[in-house]
């Protein structure tokens, strides 16, 4: 069988080489047509790797701008004509960029007896932080890119439970299932020594537009309440700055690390750390985070105000703190509890999120919706 997978984005190409690892071990023969433009850098890249097709990409520097959806129309009518080109028998597209839905529509008019897996890793527009608006043009326009069209697929995939729910309407007929997020098992830090003395708190990740920085000086000072914080911000962003100044200045310490790639360093960090934080505007529609794997994948327990998926993994596993409107009784917290609850992230991280996890979900995909057992 061939198998050829669409994908615009370097954000999603961790998850691009698992599927594509699963599908040659299927014995099947597998290509990747890929970007030549960094979307996290935004610049080009030059790459080369066998069975990828990098196509030259027109670079833009706005998140939100017309030239970067021109860029990502440009991306997708390109990615289809080398797409007849290698005339597969599975078609699998990561969205966004929801132009690739439509043109998914058009070749699947042309090729009917293509099998066309659309994974809906995000949703454009409806995960942009704005309260209003969503509906007008053209912001309308932009979302119907991908609504007019999805019913070409044969089957839908999505990163979460939540992302099903609010397409319900749109995505009626369609088979659908969940794929989560996963990663790499790594070596976890055995010997486990947290402060009695303070709180050591993470952030992991972009500190952008959509991170709620209210909401994270409210966690700090109800934490300082009972002891001395320390926030410990790995990744970078516009947003940087005036997150480590105001939770300074609210009498925290902070300490900045920067990007870091290495799971070991990662690792350090995380392994004298109570909670790490995933929070985000409440605006923004997302039902599990790739920075909340992360911190599972260290064995770190979470305090998470992501709606649905998450926030149902942390209450039923016990796997972290669920922000509310009731006060949280940090005073209550201690050596016995915290240790439990990383014994349960592992649990919940190698039964959710792990390669194993992620590669026995893609076998029922490929039993039940492309009629392959091997």
């Known amino acids: 069988m061939k198998v050829v997978i669409v994908n615009c984005f370097d954000t999603y190409e961790e998850r691009v080489k698992l ?31 066998k069975g990828i097709y990098y196509l030259k990409t027109r670079e833009y520097k706005k998140n939100l701008s017309f030239k970067r959806l021109n860029s990502h129309k440009k991306f997708s009518e390109e990615a289809f004509i080398k797409v007849k080109e290698l005339e597969p028998d599975v078609l699998y597209i990561l969205v966004p960029p929801n132009s690739l839905v439509k043109q998914a529509a058009l070749y699947k008019k042309k090729y009917p007896k293509i099998k066309i ?8 527009p409806e995960t942009l932080p704005l309260s209003k608006g969503k509906n007008i043009f053209p912001i309308s326009a932009w979302k119907n890119i991908r609504s007019n069209y999805v019913n070409c697929a044969d089957l839908i995939i999505t990163e979460c439970d939540l992302y099903q729910d609010v397409l319900v309407d749109e995505l009626k007929g369609i088979p659908q299932t969940t794929l989560h997020l996963a990663k790499n098992k790594i070596q976890l830090n055995e010997n486990i020594i947290l402060s009695n003395e303070k709180f050591d ?42 997150l480590i100044n105001t939770v300074a200045k609210n009498g925290a310490k902070v300490k900045y690390y920067g990007i870091i790639y290495d799971e070991k360093e990662k690792q350090e960090i995380f392994s004298k750390c109570h909670y790490g934080l995933n929070i985000m505007k409440q605006t923004v529609c997302v039902g599990l985070t790739m920075k909340s794997i992360d911190y599972f994948q260290h064995g770190l327990p979470i305090i998470n105000n992501i709606q649905a998926d998450t926030t149902k993994i942390v209450a039923n596993y016990s796997v972290g703190i669920n922000i509310s409107h009731k006060p949280i009784a940090f005073n209550n917290l201690n050596d016995e509890y915290f240790l439990n609850q990383r014994l349960q992230v592992k649990k919940v991280f190698n039964e959710h999120f792990s390669i194993e996890a992620f590669n026995k979900k893609l076998k029922t995909i490929y039993k039940e919706h492309l009629n392959c057992e091997k």
């Open 117 to 124: 897996i659309l994974d809906i890793i995000d949703l454009w």
């Open 201 to 242: 708190i993470a952030y992991l990740g972009s500190i952008n537009n959509i991170v709620d920085i209210d909401q994270i000086v409210k966690i700090i000072n109800d934490l300082l309440k009972v002891r001395p914080v320390t926030l410990h911000v790995i990744g970078n962003g516009e947003s940087k700055d005036t």
């Open 19 to 49: 599927i594509r690892d699963f599908f040659k071990e299927q014995d099947d023969e597998v290509s990747v047509i890929s970007s030549d433009f960094s979307h996290s850098r935004k610049k080009k890249r030059e790459v080369e790797e």
